[in-house]
């Protein structure tokens, strides 16, 4: 990526029954654009592991985009939602002042599938302020709706925003983009003038070559100018280019919650903790189990935002 400005390596991070690779937040890169958080998800074997469910658990302030690679994961909400997300397409969950959802995998899969893997990005796009209140919602985009196309043997899709000439129809809440570029053989890429906005990448596969340096997956390359957006790909690469125009005020994170009020947070903390189901409705069919406020993470009381 041409004036690569930061590298962020994926880092090991724990998300109750299984492990996942943390790109975002950074301590040197809390947000890109409104991207708050991003988990790397497998690959996961799922006769390796007793139980790849996520049970019950809360959000606000944020919608939460869910894309796979490999595998399937059953989604279910507090909104009555019940939707089987398979690789290529998009759940687009809308938390606003709340929502409960669970991710689960497929009976079927569990048991007549063992040889599955599990492979995707979790990822978490802040609301503006106006909107982080609004009421939540759920949209499934299949992979056939996604804007796709190839220029120059390079594949290119999509997956949410604006960006390149196209349109994603994921209804997203403020400028941003996310792109997937995929090439079998060795190319340059140069797509910085149909970016804006803060820009990064993820490299999944394959190798990146910008400025007389390589790079290699499970990185995220954050470029200082979107517009110089100019990096070669090796044969059989696959990489993300996420970014877009950052929000006017800092976005705080409490486990689940982000919001740019640190009040609000503690708010929604207190509201899980006691489990009141006006703030966080129960998940209809899901409601067993849920996680927990986790005990002896960070808060912000007797802090003020800065």
């Known amino acids: 990526m041409s004036i690569v400005d930061l590298v ?17 937040p ?11 958080f991003i988990d790397h998800m497998g690959p996961i074997a799922v006769k390796d592991h007793d139980n790849l469910d996520v049970d019950p658990h809360p959000h606000i302030g ?10 399937e994961i059953m989604h279910r909400d507090s909104l009555g939602s019940v939707e089987r997300i398979t690789p290529g397409a998009v759940n687009w969950m809308t938390a606003g002042k709340g929502v409960v959802h669970s991710e689960r995998m ?19 796009i802040a609301l503006p302020k106006e909107l982080q209140e609004m009421e939540p919602s759920f949209v499934h985009i299949e992979a056939s709706a996604l804007p796709t196309w190839k220029e120059d043997g390079v594949k290119y899709k999509l997956i949410a925003g604006e960006a390149l000439g196209r349109k994603s129809p994921v209804p997203v809440y403020s400028p941003l983009y996310y792109i997937e570029i995929k090439t079998n053989e060795r190319k340059k890429i140069n797509i910085g003038s149909g970016l804006f906005g803060e820009a990064a990448m993820y490299i999944l596969e394959g190798a990146v070559y910008s400025e007389g340096h390589t790079y290699e997956p499970k990185h995220i390359l954050i470029a200082n100018d979107s517009t110089l957006c100019e990096f070669e ?13 950052p929000l006017p005020e800092e976005r705080y994170i409490l486990w689940n919650f982000v919001s740019d009020d640190i009040e609000r947070l503690e708010q929604a903390k207190e509201d ?4 009141n189901h006006d703030a966080f409705p129960l998940i209809p069919g899901d409601d067993q189990s849920y996680v927990p406020f986790p005990e002896g993470m960070k808060s912000f009381k007797n802090k003020t935002k800065k």
Do not use: C
């Open 8 to 24: 962020i390596e994926e880092r090991a991070a724990s998300i109750g029954n299984f492990m996942v690779g943390r790109l975002l």
């Open 62 to 71: 944020l919608s939460t985009l869910t894309y796979l690679f490999e595998g």
């Open 106 to 124: 497929p009976d079927d899969i569990r048991d007549n599938a063992p040889d599955s893997i599990l492979h995707g990005l979790q990822i978490w």
């Open 272 to 275: 899980w903790i006691a489990q």
């Open 233 to 245: 790909l090796e044969a059989n690469s696959t990489v993300y280019i996420f970014g877009g125009t």
């Open 26 to 36: 950074f301590r040197q890169k809390r947000t890109i654009g409104p991207f708050s």
